[in-house]
């Protein structure tokens, strides 16, 4: 057979579209994400504001990525445990997670504890936050004080009270809010700590529990229902739906004002546009008006935000977390 200069052109063409396929292969896959279902863990046990919060977006998210995105409840140490796990997962997009203010505060007390299973500063990427939710300080009906005020006064002038106060675990917002409550208000109250808001609760409606706190979502039934009260909220205005519910700083213990919210966040290395598709797709869902108006039902505010406006609230908040455990040798 004779070869010509047109046949080695045709076979060479060929080959040349051949290996350019090959090379635009990559592309292509990071072009179709996503491929598979998503994971969204909440480092939380289910029934907690946090994990409904979760629920809310990972539907939305689901309906318009075409891919299922489920929750995966890790609860335990504050949400370190799921936060662990995150750290660890493949920054592929596939493994995502949703946590709230407690965040930041567990990986400084952690850190300042030198068992910190995680870096806070590089294992993580800021995706959005997602809603803005008050924390408020609850209590048992049972407790004879209509506010933190008069709560610490109530324990000033009875030191033999055997009172007890609940957090979400170890290092989280109300465990270092109660030590500061005791360093601000001069009061002996010791910390029960607990894998979530949902055993906390319980333990309050029971009362086993004198006090707690945690997110507003995880008790507005019960506090509209008078079966939990309401000492105090940690955010710096009073909750529109509440307005009798006084702030902290408005009871004199401003060390105490806490903004909370929850937010998204991937693995640190995740590629820039897998972020900003997550980016996109949790403000898509935060502002649906369905997901609105059950936010709105759950005293919380959809906000959807920067990956880097998210992680500027993460490095303040974490700023004023360590000054406060330093003080109080949390470990």
């Given at each position: 057979?004779?070869?010509?200069?047109?046949?080695?052109?045709?076979?060479?063409?060929?080959?040349?579209?051949?290996?350019?396929?090959?090379?635009?292969?990559?592309?292509?896959?990071?072009q179709a994400y996503p491929s598979k279902p998503i994971k969204m863990i909440v480092p939380f046990p289910a029934g907690g504001t946090t994990d409904i919060v979760a629920r809310l977006v990972a539907?939305?998210?689901?309906?318009?990525?075409?891919?299922?995105?489920?929750?995966?409840?890790?609860?335990?140490?504050?949400?370190?445990?799921?936060?662990?796990?995150?750290?660890?997962?493949?920054?592929?997009?596939?493994?995502?997670?949703?946590?709230?203010?407690?965040?930041?505060?567990?990986?400084?007390?952690?850190?300042?504890?030198?068992?910190?299973?995680?870096?806070?500063?590089?294992?993580?990427?800021?995706?959005?936050?997602?809603?803005?939710?008050?924390?408020?300080?609850?209590?048992?009906?049972?407790?004879?004080?209509?506010?933190?005020?008069?709560?610490?006064?109530?324990?000033?002038?009875?030191?033999?009270?055997?009172?007890?106060?609940?957090?979400?675990?170890?290092?989280?917002?109300?465990?270092?809010?109660?030590?500061?409550?005791?360093?601000?208000?001069?009061?002996?109250?010791t910390h029960i700590p607990f894998k979530g808001a949902a055993p906390l609760k319980q333990e309050l409606l029971a009362g086993r529990l004198q006090v707690g706190g945690d997110q507003l979502s995880?008790?507005?039934?019960?506090?509209?229902?008078?079966?939990?009260?309401?000492?105090?909220?940690?955010?710096?205005?009073?909750?529109?739906?509440?307005?009798?519910?006084?702030?902290?700083?408005?009871?004199?213990?401003?060390?105490?004002?806490?903004?909370?919210?929850?937010?998204?966040?991937?693995?640190?290395?995740?590629?820039?546009?897998?972020?900003?598709?997550?980016?996109?797709?949790?403000?898509?869902?935060?502002?649906?008006?369905?997901?609105?108006?059950?936010?709105?039902?759950?005293?919380?505010?959809?906000?959807?935000?920067?990956?880097?406006?998210?992680?500027?609230?993460?490095?303040?908040?974490?700023?004023?977390?360590?000054?406060?455990?330093?003080?109080?040798?949390?470990?």
């Amino acid at each position: 057979m004779r070869w010509t200069s047109q046949k080695w052109h045709r076979i060479f063409a060929a080959g040349t579209l051949g290996l350019l396929s090959l090379a635009l292969q990559p592309v292509a896959m990071a072009q179709a994400y996503p491929s598979k279902p998503i994971k969204m863990i909440v480092p939380f046990p289910a029934g907690g504001t946090t994990d409904i919060v979760a629920r809310l977006v990972a539907q939305r998210m689901s309906e318009s990525m075409g891919q299922a995105v489920t929750v995966d409840n890790r609860g335990g140490a504050g949400g370190a445990i799921g936060a662990d796990l995150m750290a660890k997962a493949a920054p592929d997009g596939y493994t995502i997670m949703m946590h709230n203010l407690s965040f930041p505060l567990a990986s400084v007390a952690q850190t300042l504890a030198n068992r910190s299973p995680f870096n806070v500063d590089t294992d993580f990427a800021g995706v959005s936050i997602a809603v803005y939710v008050p924390f408020i300080w609850t209590a048992s009906p049972s407790v004879p004080a209509k506010d933190l005020k008069e709560l610490a006064a109530l324990l000033r002038t009875n030191p033999a009270l055997q009172y007890n106060y609940g957090s979400t675990g170890p290092g989280s917002t109300m465990h270092v809010l109660g030590e500061a409550l005791k360093k601000e208000g001069k009061v002996n109250i010791t910390h029960i700590p607990f894998k979530g808001a949902a055993p906390l609760k319980q333990e309050l409606l029971a009362g086993r529990l004198q006090v707690g706190g945690d997110q507003l979502s995880s008790s507005l039934a019960e506090i509209k229902a008078g079966t939990l009260k309401v000492l105090a909220t940690t955010a710096s205005k009073r909750i529109p739906g509440m307005p009798d519910v006084p702030t902290v700083k408005e009871l004199g213990f401003p060390n105490l004002e806490l903004e909370g919210w929850n937010g998204v966040f991937a693995p640190a290395k995740t590629p820039k546009d897998i972020i900003d598709r997550l980016n996109r797709e949790v403000i898509a869902a935060v502002r649906h008006p369905d997901v609105v108006k059950r936010l709105n039902d759950l005293g919380a505010e959809g906000v959807g935000s920067t990956p880097a406006e998210q992680d500027a609230m993460l490095r303040r908040q974490m700023d004023q977390f360590r000054t406060i455990i330093r003080e109080m040798r949390l470990e």
